[in-house]
Every structure is written in C-alpha cells, then in structure tokens.
C-alpha cells in the first residue's frame, strides 16, 4: 500500500486572529467607552508559492489583517505561525531577524518612499539593517534589484520624486524582495495605478513568484485583479471571513450572500451585456457596534430570525470551500458565473497586450 505523500508546511498560518483598539473619553481620565472590533476570529493558511487574495469593501479589516501578520501590531488575541513558529510573543531581536523572511508592498507609491533617500539609499537601507553583506556586495545587490523589476541601474541615484507612479511601486517591489523573503504581504500594490500600469505591475508579480517561490497575501478591491492573479481568495466583512475557496471555485458558485454582490457589482466591459446587480441595502455597520449574530444580517435580503440571533461559523462546502452562513445550501445562485469570467478575460487581454509591446519593444 502507497504511503500519502507529505504535503510541505505552509509558510503562513493563523489562527483565531483578534483586534480590538480602544476607544476611551475624556483628557485628564482616559474612560474605556468601548472597543472597535477590527479583525474578528480570522483564520487561513498560505502554502509556499501560492497567492492568497483578501479582499472586502473597504473598512472590512484587510489591511488590519496584514499588519497583524507582520505584528506590526500586536494582536488582541490568536495565533501567527511564520514557518511554524509563533510570532507573538517573540523579542524585538528575534521578531527582527524574522521580518527579514516578511515583507510588504505598500498601496500608495508615493508616500511609502523616503522623499530625501535616493534609490540607492532605499534599496540598501534593508540590507544595512539586516547586516547583508558589504558595501561593494550591496551596491551589486541594488543593481540587480532594479534589474529585477524593470528598472535601469543608473535609476540608483535618483530620487523617488524623479519616477512616474508605476516606476515608484516596481521600486517598491524591489525593496521588499532585497532580503529574499518567503512572504509578502501586497497591500492594495495596484489600486493607485492607472489601468495599463496594473497590468504591469500584476504581471512583474507573478513573474517574481514563479522566479523566487513566493507567497503572497494579495489584499486588493478589484475582483477582475483578484481573479487573475490569486490561487485562493477569502472574503471579509465587517472583520469576519464569511467565504473562502480556491478562485475558480469561488467565481463559478459563491455561496454567500455578500460574495455574490460583490461578483455582480464587477464593471461590465460590454454595455450592451445586462445582468441583474444584487443591491445590498442600507450603509456597513459600525465596527465599534457590530449587529449580533450574522454580522450581515442587516443588509442580507435572505436573512430569516436565526440570522439575527445566532453567529455562523466556517462550514465546509465540499473540496475546501467554506462558507459562514446559515442559509447557503437552500439560497438561490445568480447567474454572474460567465460574466465573472468575461470580465476577467478583459483583464487576461490587457496583459498579453503589454506582453506583445515588451517583445516588440525587444
């Protein structure tokens, strides 16, 4: 009888991740008047070389999320395993010598680079930290950063007010890889960026996974993004994971409410194509008072007495797919399916233009 082969470790997992932050009143006497509750009971795994997308409206907690992975906030409660080892409770040196293997890519290319440092400067500045190498070496390692991402080596000595939005977040990538990390976490890295830079940029990062084995937590808005470049995707909502599937799955059959109205709410390339959108009704609750029970139940046109009451939890739907809602096995299913696809093809054809410039270009 053949032995199950051994699935390798994931690089990332967390488990039961809280955030509360505080809200106190008064000067002199700070009162505790209650608590925002940020990222609630959030859980997933990221295995090596794959791309987990986070994705919600915005206020849902995703980039609360990353930061928490990094610990560049301490978590409220719950557990981040970076290559099986805890994270929370480590030492400033210890947690220091980890980030090296964690990295970020910020949303905004313009206030995420040091005005006053050259290039150079900030493509070194990680290595200088981490104590990577001499000078000589390091002033390599710049040049072939820049190379790395599309950029010229005589790039080092200019400043990051000389480069258009695109140049500034490929230097932004390249900063993140100068350590040679095993996760990265992408925050929003294309949603600044015109259309035809995205594409760009979405490609160079896929093009650096399959070069360097990456994992990425892909936090990004748009779906047709999402789409292309993650391998699983996980929906938020007011703090809580309420969907997550691999993509195709999830694009093919959402099962919770709040998935579908989002996949209906995709912009339609052809405005002659019509499919009925899922308007949600009424504005995101407070996270400082978030509804009992289905914390979607106020804007959920499906939602019956249990949902106001009782909290869904993860349930499996069958090959990974799990789903937080009481009701997903009887709801109806949209039609949004192939138009989900249609509008990702759009996106597929913006980068295989870009890829026949760059070969004519040679």
């Known amino acids: ?47 090596r070389g794959e791309t987990l997308a986070l994705v919600g409206e915005s206020g849902c907690g995703k980039s609360t999320t990353g930061r928490l992975v990094l610990r560049l906030m301490d978590p409220t409660a719950g557990s981040v395993r970076f290559k099986g080892e805890e994270i929370a409770g480590l030492d400033k040196q210890t947690l220091r010598r980890m980030r090296r293997h964690m990295q970020i890519i910020f949303q905004d290319p313009y206030a995420s680079l040091n005005p006053r440092m050259t290039v150079g400067e900030i493509l070194a500045e990680p290595l200088n930290v981490h104590e990577i190498g001499d000078p000589p070496s390091r002033a390599a ?10 950029l010229l080596p005589e790039h080092a000595s200019r400043y990051p007010h000389q480069f258009s939005g695109g140049q500034r977040q490929r230097i932004g990538i390249a900063r993140a890889l100068a350590v040679n990390p095993d996760l990265i976490v992408c925050d929003e890295p294309v949603s600044a960026l015109d259309v035809s830079i995205q594409a760009q940029i979405v490609n160079l990062l ?77 504005d995101v609750p407070s996270p400082f008072n978030p ?49 989900a696809v249609r509008v990702d093809g759009k996106f597929t054809e913006r980068l295989a233009a870009f890829e026949r410039a760059k070969a004519a270009r040679g």
């Open 291 to 339: 509804p009992s029970g289905c914390r979607f139940h106020t804007r959920c046109q499906h939602a019956v007495a249990r949902c106001k009451t009782e909290e869904p939890t993860l349930r499996d739907a069958g090959a990974g797919h799990r789903v937080a809602c009481h009701l997903f096995e009887t709801l109806p299913k949209p039609a949004i399916a192939a138009e």
């Open 141 to 150: 390692r710049v040049r072939e950063l820049l190379q790395v991402v599309g």
């Open 1 to 47: 009888m053949r032995e199950a082969p051994v699935l390798p470790a994931p690089v990332l997992q967390v488990n039961g991740l809280v955030k509360h932050f505080p809200v106190t009143r008064g000067v002199v006497r700070r009162k505790l008047v209650g608590l925002v509750r940020a990222v609630e009971d959030v859980s997933f795994e990221i295995a």
């Open 206 to 282: 896929q093009d650096l996974q399959r070069r360097f084995g990456l994992s990425y937590l892909f936090i990004a808005h748009d779906l047709a993004v999402v789409k292309h470049i993650s391998d699983r995707v996980a929906v938020m909502y007011l703090g809580k994971l309420v969907e997550i599937a691999d993509k195709t799955t999830l694009y093919a059959r959402p099962l919770h409410p709040y998935t579908q109205a989002l996949l209906s709410a995709i912009p339609r390339p052809d405005p002659t194509t019509h499919i009925d959108r899922i308007m949600l009704s009424g």
